[in-house]
């Protein structure tokens, strides 16, 4: 498994509310694979630090290890108490909705992902420049407040691949969205059943793969032999090679897996230059991909069972536990009004408001720009929806 692990919270719905944690990584077919979950009173320092510490005891700490969030403080300063050698990114989604939010230039977004996802120093110089020309403002904030090493690809310290937002964790907690009105045993239990089926139906999957590498990376590689086709190889001595053709030439290290494009050294996979010089040196391709991405990574990943926990009839539990006093969560007197049933924004997160006009019912347009015929708005939902 990649050690790159996102972390975040989602509020729960029930009687006792509270915050679910997670820390998720991706496995080799660029899947969610749900490592911890928690559950605390709200997202604060003492809540992740403990957490945290939790994590560390299946994880460990090393300076390959990445951990990505969202800029809160808490979990800042949580990640840099308990995890002294990893290193912690920041979340490029996360860091333009902030964008967005404070500066009010929705425009900019798409030169903003261009020096997200910028391999090479160069591109990323190039695109910043253009930046600081139309927003001084915007460029001071992410390479001062930010830091380009926390959410830039070619800046990053440690070894991020190809992920740099958490999406993956957003994707688990959309996946619980009904659940989190359940109360906190219900809610662990339909964690349990959808890691276990995840784990059997990825299991059987992986033992009908035919190719060296997961369905995902080996269509992700596949287009780039027929992309290295005509590319002009030289070799520079035992294990370089120069691959010019194309709009960017590059020089391979086979031996240490490198390319001056930057994406073989970042991604692990074979770049085009990569796939070209292999063949020139009658390489297999497959031998330069990381290990992470192979067939028999992805068995290891879901070789164990996850079973359920059945009737409490049947818990071990230790005396210490069971002696514990746990008093339940404090239930705070409920507010007047529909309850809140959409997530809380996450530091940086903007939720646009939409327009829906009063004519027709339908969001984007005003009713003095309604083209339909109808003015009935009979079954349409209630106005001032969040987006």
């Not at 899947?31 to 957490?51: K, T």
Request: some cysteine; hydrophobic content about 35%; glycine content about 6%.
């Amino acid at each position: 498994m990649r050690k790159v692990v996102g972390i975040d919270g989602t509020f729960l719905k029930g009687q006792y509310r509270g915050v679910l944690l997670v820390a998720t990584a991706q496995d080799g077919n660029g899947q969610c694979y749900p490592l911890a979950w928690g559950i605390v009173d709200s997202e604060n320092e003492d809540a992740w630090s403990w957490f945290l510490t939790q994590l560390k005891e299946i994880i460990g700490d090393t300076d390959e290890l990445v951990l990505i969030s969202d800029r809160a403080p808490s979990i800042k300063k949580a990640i840099s108490t308990v995890f002294e050698k990893a290193h912690h990114g920041a979340c490029a989604w996360h860091v333009a909705q902030n964008i967005k939010n404070k500066f009010k230039c929705a425009d900019i977004m798409g030169s903003y992902w261009s020096i997200v996802n910028a391999y090479r120093c160069e591109d990323f110089t190039g695109y910043m420049i253009e930046i600081s020309n139309r927003y001084p403002r915007v460029a001071e904030y992410l390479e001062n407040e930010v830091g380009f090493e926390k959410w830039s690809r070619c800046h990053y310290l440690g070894l991020r691949y190809n992920i740099t937002t958490t999406n993956m964790v957003e994707s688990l907690n959309s996946m619980l969205v009904n659940a989190r009105d359940f109360p906190y045993v219900a809610l662990l239990d339909v964690i349990q059943e959808k890691m276990s089926k995840w784990w059997n139906d990825r299991r059987i999957v992986a033992t009908t793969i035919t190719t060296p590498l997961t369905p995902s990376r080996e269509s992700e590689l596949r287009p780039r032999f027929a992309q290295s086709n005509g590319r002009h190889t030289s070799q520079l001595n035992p294990i370089t090679y120069h691959v010019k053709g194309g709009e960017l030439e590059g020089v391979v290290d086979i031996f240490n897996k490198t390319c001056t494009c930057k994406e073989f050294d970042i991604d692990k996979l074979p770049c085009v230059h990569a796939v070209a010089a292999a063949h020139h040196a009658q390489v297999s391709v497959y031998n330069l991909v990381s290990p992470y991405y192979t067939k028999e990574y992805y068995l290891l990943a879901y070789g164990e069972t996850i079973y359920p926990v059945g009737s409490q009839s049947q818990w071990d539990v230790p005396n210490e536990v069971v002696t514990r006093i746990v008093l339940p969560r404090e239930v705070k007197e409920k507010k007047r009004g529909r309850p809140k049933t959409s997530r809380f924004p996450s530091v940086g997160e903007f939720r646009k408001r939409k327009n829906r006009c009063g004519k027709c019912g339908a969001y984007g347009h005003y009713k003095k720009k309604c083209n339909s015929q109808t003015g009935s708005t009979e079954g349409n939902p209630p106005t001032n929806v969040l987006g």
